[in-house]
């Protein structure tokens, strides 16, 4: 094992790495994974000067803990949160040098969901067609980081300008997801489309990386039927038999067989990453582009 | 033929049978090879073909209804032969499902060349068809919480490969040691849609 790697101290509720995920296999029922806040993601790479394919921690609620094993730049990002390096507070949103061997800890986030973890070089473990994604639907991938466990760095570029200091959005306070209807708005009921276009949600407690689940009025279908399977794309807000939609994230399965009623713009998915569960939600029809 | 939009930059394209759904299929690889379809993801299934990564979705939608499918090409792919115990432990509700003898469901499935309809459920799994509609099966009232790689099962109209562990409810016929998923194996699936299929029965694999 070379110097360039770093051990996990304190893992976290789930913190797992993540790129731009392996989209172009759905076809063989591989999921596309990848950072569900890749805005922020793909900041916490500027800050650090890596390229926006380099492999980034995603943790979940309560941040986790690492040591490197040689000096290194880090940036920490997403979900706002306390970081400190041997117990002492660091910049979040900025780069930050880490002596080897000190402890570099990601706290709980003050608010949102998931805070991204850049390391200059990438985070180096195998990739698995194409991606270093932790993909939890399917299994491809490193499997989400564990206490002690050690994982390698790339080598740093030099040649990518990174940035200093950069806005980032705040974690949504109300979630308001765009949607275009269909292409299965025809399975429920025009009672129906128009609850789920004007009621309140909130965001469930069972949301993960595979969909983010919702408490609300049930829709009820028009057609009772069985939908044969069919592709699914992200953004997809699937409605299963307790009427509850779902959107699909980053790890949802490629086929499905319950009907979509929308689809969420793709712009408004990293926000839906940082709701909290009990954040409210509004779907809001809008025309295609 | 109707091309449904989903979202901004997709289109479900949705026939009336498994036949034509190949054939299209078929026909949007096609185009793609020959440079006439740029998109990120052909993602065929049972009735519909989903098309994901378009620029222009409505122009795409507008030509595809206008145009004719021609049927599927003649299958020109080699077949891949798959041993399998037929020793699962749902053979026997098959067979009774079936009304033949327990013996029969082996000589009966193994008698049929498949054909992988579509993908999905896990990375590598197939949808195979080929049986008569007579011998459709319902999933298993209780999934079981574990099944283990390389089981054979029937659900519906389709048989289906575990490629790795994990709950099912498919009914079980009979085990394969053949590696369905290997990622580092070029290509990684062992079945991909269109792919030819045949079980070989063996009395101990």
Redesign the interface.
């Known amino acids: 094992m070379t110097d360039s790697a770093f051990a996990v101290v304190r893992a976290g509720a789930l913190t797992t790495v993540q790129d731009l995920g392996r ?8 999921p596309r994974s990848g950072a569900l806040d890749g805005p922020a993601a793909a900041l916490v790479n500027r800050l650090v000067g890596n390229l926006p394919e380099a492999a980034v921690l995603e943790t979940t609620l309560n941040g986790c803990a690492v040591r490197p094993r040689s000096t290194i730049l880090v940036a920490v990002g997403g979900a706002p949160c306390p970081v400190t390096v041997d117990g002492r507070p660091v910049a979040w949103g900025a780069p930050v040098h880490v002596p080897a061997g000190a402890l570099l800890d990601i706290g709980t986030a003050v608010s949102g969901v998931r805070s991204y973890v850049a390391f200059a070089g990438g985070v180096g473990v195998e990739p ?2 194409g991606s270093r994604s932790t993909d939890l639907l ?3 991938g490193p499997a989400p980081l564990t206490n002690g466990a050690i994982l390698p760095l790339g080598s740093p570029m030099s040649l990518h300008a990174r940035v200093d200091v950069a806005p980032q959005p705040r974690p949504p306070v109300e979630l308001v997801l765009r949607v ?1 209807l ?2 299965r708005d025809d399975w429920f009921t025009p009672e129906a489309v128009r609850t789920f276009t004007s009621r309140a949600y909130r965001v469930s407690s069972a949301s993960n990386r595979i969909g983010l689940r919702t408490e609300g009025p049930a829709l009820e279908r028009a057609l009772t039927g069985e939908l ?6 992200l ?2 807000v699937q409605v299963p038999p307790d009427g509850r939609p779902v959107v699909f994230l980053a790890d949802h ?3 499905g067989g319950y009907p ?1 009623i929308a ?4 712009s408004d998915l990293p926000a839906a990453a940082q709701a909290v569960p009990g954040t409210p939600v509004r779907f809001v029809a809008v025309r ?2 | 033929m109707r091309a ?5 930059s ?1 289109l ?1 394209v949705e026939v009336a049978s498994g036949e034509e759904a190949q054939a299209v299929h078929a026909e949007l690889l096609r185009r793609r090879a020959e440079g006439l379809l740029s998109v ?11 098309l ?2 378009l620029t222009d979705p409505a122009r795409l939608a507008s030509e595809l209804t206008a145009a004719d499918v021609p049927p599927a090409p003649p299958r020109a792919r080699e077949v891949i032969e798959l041993p399998v115990r037929y020793d699962g432990p749902d053979l026997a509700d098959v067979a009774a499902l079936w009304n033949v003898p327990e013996r029969e469901v082996a000589r009966i499935h193994a008698a049929i060349e498949f054909r992988v309809a ?8 197939g ?1 195979l068809i080929g049986l008569p509609a007579r011998y459709d099966v319902p999933r298993r009232a209780t999934p079981r919480t574990a099944v283990h790689a390389g089981a054979v099962g029937l659900a519906g109209p389709y048989t289906g490969v575990y490629p ?1 562990a994990s709950p099912g409810g498919w009914q079980l016929i009979g085990t394969t040691t053949a590696v369905l998923w290997d ?1 580092t194996r070029e290509p ?2 062992l079945l ?2 269109g792919t030819r299929v045949r079980f070989v029965p063996v009395a101990d694999v």
């Open positions: 989209p172009g296999h759905a076809h063989l029922g591989v698995v067609l399917s299994g491809l275009t269909g292409p044969p399977s069919e592709g699914m794309v953004g997809a399965p490629t086929t979509v689809v969420v713009r793709p295609r582009r | 449904l939009p989903v979202g901004d997709a479900l990120r993801e052909i993602v065929p299934a049972a009735r519909t073909v989903l994901d990564g579509f993908c999905g459920f896990a990375p590598g799994f949808y790795r990622h990684a699936a991909s849609p």
